[in-house]
């Protein structure tokens, strides 16, 4: 069992990332890392897609934080600060030593590149506000406040996926595959095929959950579970 207040992941090495407080853990069955920085106060958003290369995103500062795998801190970047005024409401590791960042002040998605500092805009801006948002090496993906669904690759090309239903919560899964959450209950979506299949769980009620690997976590009030599905 694990007190958390957010359950964000496990990596390939068995590993669970989550936040308690304004601490951020990552633990096995031996050994706990943990990252505290009370001078930046709440963790908006943690991205474990390179274990290597954790991003912790602060929004009430404007700041990332990036973490090696013992959650040693490694670089430290206050967008306040960048040549480019940039306010961040969306942050995501993107490819070739990036990030992929929403820049509130001109509603365009970019590129940062964490070697030189410097910011690259990718897109026209948006027209409506991020709902939900998940991002890969090579994709930037949203809900808009309109329940329709985009994608944005490296190159700044943006795709319409279509309208999705009202949901609690989105997890995208490729380009044209995604999960969402509604009153506790989880749906799998497949555009190209046209598929909207309610996925049958145990639980109740949960906090959260995450999919990678055809492994589907649930974060419950009192536990993690995970569960081993093949979707179509």
Not at 48 to 70: A, G, S
Not at 97 to 114: A, E, I, R, S
Request: charge should be neutral.
């Amino acid at each position: 069992m694990i007190d958390a207040d957010e359950f964000v992941g496990y990596d390939s090495f068995g590993y669970a990332y989550y936040t308690k407080g304004s601490v951020f853990n990552k633990q096995n069955e031996r050994e706990l890392f943990q990252y505290k920085n009370v001078a930046l106060g709440k963790i908006k958003r943690v991205d474990i897609l390179n274990p290597l290369k954790i991003v912790l995103f602060y929004e009430n500062f404007n700041t990332v934080v990036l973490l090696d795998n013992q959650l040693n801190e490694t670089q430290k970047i206050n967008f306040s600060e960048n040549q480019t005024p940039i306010v961040a409401s969306a942050i995501g590791l993107s490819a070739q030593n990036k990030l992929w960042v929403f820049n509130n002040l001109t509603q365009q998605l970019g590129l940062f590149d964490l070697t030189k500092n410097g910011f690259s805009t990718l897109a026209t801006p948006f027209s409506k506000t991020i709902k939900f948002y998940h991002s890969d090496y090579n994709y930037f993906y949203w809900v808009d406040s309109s329940n329709e669904a985009y994608y944005c690759d490296l190159f700044g090309r943006i795709t319409s996926l279509g309208t999705i239903p009202n949901a609690d919560a989105v997890h995208f899964v490729s380009d044209y595959q995604f999960m969402y959450a509604l009153d506790n209950q989880l749906y799998w979506v497949d555009f190209k095929k046209n598929l909207y299949l309610p996925i049958t769980l145990n639980e109740k009620t949960f906090k959260s959950f995450s999919y990678k690997e055809q492994i589907l976590t649930i974060f419950t009030e009192r536990e993690i579970r995970t569960f081993k599905i093949q979707l179509p």
